[in-house]
C-alpha cells in the first residue's frame, strides 16, 4: 500500500515538472536584434531601427508588440513608445548624447494571456561636437502665440566673437528638407531670434531646431532642440470681460474666448477677485480656474469696491503645459447696505432743510411788515393794503424755492406798482405821492423791507 502511494505521488511529481517546463517553453521571449541608431541630418531627429527575435515565428497565438524608451543623458525620465513596428525616428538634443532601449512584450494563448516581457537592448549616439560649449547661444526660448505664429529668441554666447552671424534651421515630419528661417528678429545687426509662420502642419509633432553660428575662423557650437508647439501656446487676453451685481448681491461676470486660431475647446480661465479693504491695499484672490467663460460669486462680505481679471492658457485636454495669457481686467463700485441707506436719507435731508429755510425766511418777511405797520402810524390802513398786497406775492412765490430766498425781490414789485401810481396824472385824474416823513427804513425804500409807502389817490 505504501508503495502504491509512493508510485503515484512520483508520477504525479514528474508531470507537475513536464508542464511547468513545457509552459515556460512557450512563455519565454528573447529581446530584439541588431538595434541601430542613425542620423539623417534633420536637425536631431534620429532614426532608430532593429530586428525582431529570433524566435518570434514560433510564436503564432500569441501578439509580439515592442516597449521602446527614449532620452537624452542627463534628463530624468524615459518617454514611452508602444509600438508593432520595427523602425521609429524621434527627435533628440544633439548636443547631448541620446540613450535609446528596447525589449519584446509578448501576450496571447502561448503564454497563458499574460504579457511576458524579454531583457532590454541598449544602444546611445552622439555627434561630433565642435567649438566649446561657451560659444553656445543662451537662453533660448519659444512662444506659439494664439497658435499661429512660433516666435524664438535667443542670446550670444558667453564666447562669442565680434562680427557672428546666427541662423535658424527648423523641420518637422511633412517637410522634405530642412528650412531656414526668413524673418529674424535682430538688435545692432545680429540675428537674436525668429518669427516662424504657418506651422498648423507641425502641432502634435516633434518640431526640430538648430540655432547654428558663424564666425571668422572661430568654431561656435550649434545649439539643438525639439519642441512641441502645442505645449509652448500662448493665447490672446479674454476679450469682452462684463461684471454685473444682481439684487441678491451676487456677482456674475462673464467674457468671451480670445481671438486668433487657439481652438475654444482647449482653454482653461483662472478668475481672480481683488477688494478694498479700507484703506489696506487690494490683494488679488483666485476664486475658479474653470473651462466655462461665465461664473457667478456670491458677495457675503460687505467691500465697497471690486475689481475682477480674468486669463486664459491650454489646457489639460490639449497639452501638457502652456503659457498664462496677459489678464483682462474690470474694476467697478458696490455700495455698502449701509451706504445705500444713507444714499436714500440724504434727499430726505436736503428736502427737510430747504422747506425750513424756506418757512424761516417767511416768518422773516411778515417780522419785517409788521414792524412796518407800526411805525407808519397814520398810514396804518394803507400799509394793511400794502400788507395784503406783499402777502399775495409771497403767496404766488412761494411755489419757486429761488424766489422765496430773495425776498428783495417782492419789494421791487411793490417799487413798481408805485410808480404805476404817478401814471394817473397823465390820465386827466389827479394823482398824489405824498413822501413820507419817516425815516428811509420806515418808508421800506431799504431793500429789505417788504412795505411800499404808497398814498391813496383823490378824486380830481
Not at 461664473?295 to 469696491?305: E, G, P
Not at 416768518?363 to 407800526?374: D, I, T, V
Amino acid at each position: 500500500m505504501a508503495l502504491r502511494w509512493l508510485y503515484t505521488l512520483s508520477i504525479a511529481l514528474v508531470w507537475g515538472c513536464v508542464v511547468s517546463s513545457s509552459s515556460s517553453y512557450h512563455a519565454a521571449v528573447a529581446p530584439p536584434q541588431d538595434l541601430q541608431i542613425t542620423d539623417p541630418g534633420l536637425l536631431g531627429s534620429l532614426d532608430i531601427e532593429w530586428k525582431p527575435p529570433p524566435n518570434v515565428q514560433t510564436f503564432n497565438e500569441c501578439t509580439v508588440k515592442y516597449k521602446f524608451e527614449y532620452r537624452n543623458t542627463g534628463d530624468r525620465d524615459w518617454k514611452v513608445i508602444f509600438t508593432g513596428k520595427l523602425k521609429l525616428r524621434v527627435g533628440f538634443d544633439l548636443s547631448r548624447t541620446a540613450e535609446v532601449k528596447v525589449q519584446t512584450l509578448l501576450e496571447g494563448r502561448c503564454a497563458d494571456d499574460v504579457e511576458v516581457q524579454s531583457d532590454w537592448i541598449y544602444d546611445t549616439f552622439q555627434v561630433p561636437l565642435q567649438g566649446k560649449l561657451e560659444s553656445e547661444v543662451q537662453n533660448f526660448h519659444c512662444i506659439y502665440h494664439d497658435w499661429e505664429y512660433l516666435k524664438c529668441t535667443w542670446q550670444p554666447g558667453l564666447l562669442t566673437p565680434h562680427g557672428v552671424h546666427y541662423g535658424l534651421y527648423y523641420w518637422y515630419e511633412g517637410l522634405d528638407h530642412t528650412t531656414q528661417c526668413d524673418d529674424y528678429i535682430q538688435d545692432h545687426g545680429i540675428n537674436i531670434g525668429c518669427v516662424l509662420q504657418n506651422l498648423s502642419q507641425a502641432e502634435y509633432k516633434d518640431l526640430s531646431i538648430c540655432v547654428n553660428g558663424s564666425a571668422a575662423a572661430t568654431l561656435l557650437r550649434p545649439l539643438y532642440v525639439t519642441l512641441r508647439l502645442h505645449n509652448l501656446a500662448k493665447p490672446s487676453p479674454p476679450k469682452q470681460l462684463a461684471v454685473s451685481m444682481s439684487a441678491s448681491e451676487e456677482l456674475h461676470i462673464v467674457w468671451s474666448p480670445p481671438g486668433g486660431e487657439t481652438p475654444p475647446q482647449c482653454l482653461e480661465y483662472e478668475v481672480q477677485l481683488a477688494e478694498d479693504q479700507g484703506e489696506a491695499k487690494a490683494a488679488w484672490a483666485s476664486v475658479s480656474t474653470q473651462m466655462e467663460t461665465a461664473l457667478t460669486i456670491s458677495r457675503a462680505n460687505q467691500s465697497r469696491i471690486s475689481c475682477v481679471r480674468v486669463r486664459g492658457r491650454t489646457n489639460i485636454f490639449c497639452a501638457d503645459q502652456g503659457f498664462w495669457s496677459e489678464w483682462t481686467q474690470e474694476c467697478f463700485s458696490v455700495f455698502r447696505k449701509e451706504d445705500k441707506q444713507l444714499f436714500i436719507l440724504i434727499p430726505v435731508l436736503l428736502s427737510l432743510s430747504s422747506s425750513l429755510i424756506i418757512f424761516i425766511l417767511i416768518g422773516q418777511c411778515k417780522k419785517r411788515a409788521n414792524a412796518s405797520l407800526l411805525q407808519d402810524g397814520p398810514a396804518a390802513g394803507q400799509g394793511q393794503a400794502n400788507q395784503r398786497l406783499c402777502d399775495n406775492i409771497f403767496k404766488k412765490e412761494k411755489k419757486h424755492k429761488r424766489e422765496l430766498l430773495q425776498p428783495e425781490r417782492g419789494v421791487r414789485r411793490c417799487k413798481k406798482l408805485c410808480r404805476h401810481q404817478g401814471q394817473c396824472r397823465r390820465r386827466g385824474r389827479r394823482c398824489s405821492r405824498r413822501r413820507s416823513r419817516d425815516p428811509p427804513a420806515a418808508r421800506g425804500e431799504d431793500h429789505g423791507e417788504a412795505g411800499c409807502p404808497l398814498q391813496p389817490m383823490e378824486e380830481g
